[in-house]
């Protein structure tokens, strides 16, 4: 019997019945379906925008339709080169892959300003030079009407004229706005004549100084779908009330439009659908507020790895597969919802698990010498044992690791005086050590603060590979519980780790006290240094998988996943923790 196909979500049924339909075109045309991503160049991608990435190109891909990248660069006081490269990375890192040329708002200004016109002289538009905040205290209450601007019928004319000034540098910043007439006691705020373009007085990044005027999202979003012939504009949920002005300015446009208008043919009208956004607990998604986390330095920059911006999970070592999963797997729905930050986690970790090797690694080292190694042959010999690579592949075979007389563990996995359920290394104790021998600690030696400093151990030469010895006369077979891993103090590298936690202590930044910054987790990054690695770490192995983003990532046995951080040198190595092997936040907050 097999398993009945996944149920599909409420956006795919849309599109399967327009195409039914064939409300955008022929009916049972598959590709006539055209989607969009529209980002704002005013910071880097977060989280968040990756679902839209994914269901917006995901939905293309399925259809066989297309899918356009578009930035929105509509406020040149905030938007900068930079955040449009890196968009444009991170798209396309995530598997985005847009059909044609980057597309630009920008690109489409003259045809805007053309239906601005047309709007202004449908009597459907004017020129308002009132301060700001005057018109917002005109828009009213959510149960009080507005009051009309008392430039609201100025002579048609004397609108397209002063909106010509606004256009050519006639007025300061803010010193005029071009507002739609509609409606202000419209219980919908969003429709009491709203703002459709602004004056600002500074130079944009890709039309230099052609400008004065810029278009107000709402204006420009219904109008780039429409040039583009987007089918299905996917927006999140807090555009819900959006939609009618989405809708009224479209129609306002096609309205006297048809054969033999002066005013042309009607446009394209995209249909828009809104869908729950991701929310995930210990971040913000707020780019005002990721914006301020670099600004005061709280953080390296845009990618350090404890932001939740694409580029820093990538570099904390997530990959694109572990992020679909998880903001696809949250449910594409109509309602909010607050995603445990585990289930990212996991997402990592299931991929992660079948994928990357295994080595070892001992990040607070303290000596461990094994004093009867020369009993049984060189005390300076060191001896090749086979480590299993991957658990879950076992095309990955194994490798060889060096085994002698001084090693390295864990200073965690020695206690002078453990309690009964401590199972790993103390005095008299006897433990496995992964894919070498067993070992009976015989003594130590401390510091003058009582700090452990070297471990002495025997070892049994009939437990090789980490097998049991062979039964004693009797027929007891002799058993442990404990197994450490170690790595060779004569075959190792020392590496910088930084273990990265939660960048905010509370599921939801700022609630506490309303402000976010109080939130801020002061053990968000701890940076270990004299690590010791096993030296094949530095060069990719037969066993390594191909990384598209050329990330080297690796399971240290029994610490967690890590990878190699943007600034690691042969010479310097560093390691990122991309994730511990089990959620220990659950375990704390059970605890608490």
């Known amino acids: 019997m097999t398993d009945p196909a996944p149920a599909r979500h409420f956006i795919q049924q849309i599109i399967d019945a327009d195409i039914a339909s064939g409300k955008w075109g022929t009916p049972g045309d598959r590709t006539v379906v055209t989607t969009r991503f529209p980002p704002e160049p005013n910071g880097y991608l977060h989280i968040g925008h990756a679902k839209s990435v994914c269901l917006n190109s995901g939905l293309a891909k399925e259809f066989g339709g297309r899918f356009y990248l578009r930035f929105d660069d509509t ?292 000596k461990l010498v094994i004093t009867n190694w020369g009993d049984h042959g060189d005390p300076s010999r060191l001896e090749e044992l086979p480590a299993i690579n991957n658990p879950e592949d076992e095309s990955a075979g194994t490798r060889p690791v060096k085994f002698g007389r001084e090693l390295w563990i864990e200073r965690d996995d020695f206690m002078i005086d453990p309690p009964k359920k401590f199972f790993r290394l103390g005095p008299g104790r006897e433990v496995r050590l992964r894919y070498a021998y067993w070992v009976t600690c015989t003594d130590f030696d401390t510091d003058a603060d009582g700090r452990v400093t070297e471990i002495r151990c025997t070892y049994d030469p009939q437990t090789r590979g980490g097998d049991a010895p062979p039964p004693d006369a009797d027929g007891n077979v002799r058993k442990v519980k404990g197994t450490l891993h170690w790595v060779s103090a004569a075959d190792c590298i020392d590496a910088t780790v930084r273990l990265f936690d939660r960048l905010f202590t509370e599921p939801r930044p700022g609630k ?21 690695l096993e030296r094949s770490i530095l060069k990719p192995t037969p066993d390594e998988p191909a990384w598209p983003d050329g990330i080297r990532r690796f399971q240290l046995e029994r610490l967690g996943y890590f990878c190699f951080d943007k600034a690691s040198t042969p010479d310097n190595p560093i390691l990122n923790r991309s994730v511990t092997l089990k959620d220990s936040w659950a375990k704390e907050a059970a605890k608490s």
């Open 512 to 532: 506490r006290t309303g402000e976010i910054l109080d939130d801020l987790n002061p053990d968000s990054l701890k940076t270990l240094t004299g690590c010791k």
């Open 75 to 366: 406020n040149p006081a905030k938007e900068e080169q930079e955040f449009v490269d890196s968009i444009c990375a991170d798209v396309e890192w995530l598997g985005g892959e847009w059909h044609g040329p980057v597309r630009f708002a920008s690109d489409y200004f003259p045809q805007m300003y053309e239906w601005a016109v047309e709007l202004i002289q449908k009597g459907l538009a004017y020129v308002d030079e009132q301060p700001h905040d005057k018109i917002r205290e005109q828009r009213g209450s959510l149960t009080e009407p507005g009051t009309p601007s008392p430039y609201r019928d100025r002579p048609i004319e004397e609108s397209l004229a002063q909106f010509e000034k606004m256009k050519s540098g006639g007025f300061p910043d803010g010193g005029a706005v071009l507002r739609a007439k509609i409606d202000m006691a419209s219980p919908n705020m969003n429709l009491r004549d709203p703002v459709m373009y602004r004056v600002i007085n500074k130079p944009h990044h890709r039309t230099g100084s052609t400008w004065h005027i810029y278009p107000m999202y709402d204006w420009a979003h219904g109008l780039e779908d429409s040039i583009e012939g987007i089918t299905h504009s996917l927006c999140t949920l807090e555009f819900e009330n959006h939609r009618p002005l989405y809708d009224w300015f479209i129609n306002a446009i096609n309205q006297d439009r048809g054969p033999g208008s002066k005013f042309g043919e009607k446009i394209h009208h995209s249909q828009q659908i809104e869908f729950s956004r991701y929310n995930l607990e210990y971040t913000t998604m707020s780019k005002r507020f990721l914006k301020l986390l670099v600004d005061e330095k709280h953080v390296e920059g845009w990618d350090d790895p404890r932001m939740i911006t694409v580029a820093g999970l990538r570099r904390r070592g997530y990959t694109r597969e572990a992020i679909r999963n998880a903001v696809i797997e949250a449910g594409i729905t109509k309602y909010n919802a607050l995603t445990d930050f585990t289930k990212l986690e996991n997402a990592l970790r299931d991929d992660l698990n079948t994928r990357a090797p295994r080595r070892m690694g001992v990040l607070d080292p303290v």
